[in-house]
């Protein structure tokens, strides 16, 4: 199974690594997890260990037990979100657009739906297809909300209400830096501010994220010294999210700015 571009892949792919070498690691604690269904996915677990979710968080509070439970819950999304990624099709400019259409016909009133990570990535252009599409409302509309679990199930795609607010302190005026996409119905589909969306990537820092950061930056979607600009001013507020290591979000952004 070629699940590279998948998010969480790299978690899956070190725990299933581990799991060969008899490693008991966090993300081999995390595939053993989600092992049951990871193998009707195709994916070949090597002795899962047992006792698995109690053990993944002893291992996570051993190293900062304030956090444990916030960093024990953002693993067992990125799962999620791995499994769900790979039971649906990839997802392609077209797919986005009918998505976009079916979304804007339940909308009882005016909205902006903001779109995040790979769903910008293909419109914009530099990837071809993603696994998911996430996105933030604002503001909510219960008509909106009934129609996605149908809107996943007719369209074979993996949606997710998620955006850069659920992992890092936004910037200022990120609403108005959100560029406009187009307008259906009462619906107006932006992207979310590239700045915010740079920001979590480099927080989290995993491959692909590192990647896409470097894709906005060459295609002037960001200014790098503005990064540096929109985190300085976030700093103050990072222990609202105990999962994020401030000094190692500060070394990515500074990383990032240096290669400018």
């Not at 699940?3 to 978690?11: Q, R, T, V």
């Not at 304030?66 to 400019?93: G, K, T």
């Not at 910037?171 to 920001?199: C, K, M, N, T």
């Not at 979607?221 to 290591?245: H, K, W």
């Amino acid at each position: 199974m070629n699940f590279g571009a998948f998010p969480g892949s790299d978690l899956v792919h070190a725990g299933l690594r581990d799991l060969a070498l008899g490693i008991e690691s966090q993300e081999a604690l995390l595939v053993s997890i989600g092992a049951p269904r990871l193998e009707r996915l195709g994916v070949h677990i090597a002795s899962p260990l047992e006792d698995s979710e109690l053990r993944l968080y002893a291992h996570l509070a051993a190293f900062d037990s304030d956090s444990a439970h916030s960093r024990y819950n953002a693993l067992i999304r990125r799962l999620v979100s791995f499994e769900r990624a790979a039971e649906c099709a990839p997802v392609d400019r077209a797919r986005i657009e009918k998505l976009m259409d079916r979304l804007a016909d339940s909308a009882s009133a005016p909205l902006r739906v903001y779109l995040v990570g790979g769903s910008s990535a293909v419109l914009i252009g530099w990837r071809n297809a993603t696994v998911d599409v996430d996105f933030a409302l604002r503001p909510s509309d219960d008509a909106f909300l009934r129609a996605i679990p149908d809107t996943k199930n007719a369209l074979d795609i993996n949606i997710e209400l998620a955006s850069p607010a659920d992992f890092i302190p936004l910037p200022a005026g990120w609403e108005d830096r959100s560029p406009l996409i187009a307008r259906r119905h009462h619906v107006a589909f932006h992207h979310f501010d590239f700045y915010s969306q740079a920001l979590a990537k480099l927080e989290r820092g995993h491959r692909q994220d590192v990647a896409d950061v470097r894709a906005m930056r060459e295609r002037g979607l960001i200014d790098p010294s503005l990064v540096q600009t929109y985190f300085d001013e976030i700093e103050p507020e990072l222990f609202r999210f105990p999962a994020i290591d401030p000094p190692a979000f500060r070394r990515a952004v500074a990383t990032m700015v240096a290669e400018h």
